[in-house]
């Protein structure tokens, strides 16, 4: 049994899942965190039920998008920003993440197969076990020589360079 205000967070979760994008930009405006308008797209599943939990409990003390575990797959999240975020499991396949910031982002384990990061910057981000077959990722700026290899041997797809696989 769940403690009740656990309960109510997730209670308020789900209702938010349930509202259509534009209330969703509405409560996230009332909450002081409408730089996350990326969460008005997020599906209703026990996975971003948990995520939206996280943005629900402590609101003023956001700084950077926690999205550990998170389905967004199928998304289009173009010019989105997620500088210092935590996609640590996320689902993002098929994902749309043209001209993302995604500056000091955790990847690790996250699913980015047939996703689109042309364009994104990419300094400082951690790739441990992520799963990148069919990923795009452009030029992949700010990515280091070694990074750029090792994602390559695993599937990602670099469209501006003429050693890719």
Known sequence: MLHISTQNIRDRAIHFLEQTPEHRLQ???????????????????????NCIIRFLSNPSQLKFPN?????????????????????SGANLQNTILVNADLLFVNF??????????????????????????????????????QQRKDLQLRGARFNTSADDN
């Open 108 to 145: 690790t384990q996250a699913d980015l197969r047939n996703a689109d990061l042309s364009g994104a910057t990419l300094n400082q981000t951690i790739w441990l076990d992520t799963l990148v077959d069919e990923c795009q990722l452009g030029n992949g700026t700010g990515l280091s020589f």
């Open 67 to 87: 999205l550990s575990g998170a389905d967004l797959s199928n998304l289009n999240l173009a010019a989105v920003n997620f500088i210092r975020g935590n996609l």
């Open 27 to 49: 409560i996230l405006r009332k909450l002081g965190i409408a730089r996350y308008e990326f969460l008005t797209q997020l599906r209703l599943n026990e996975a971003n039920i």
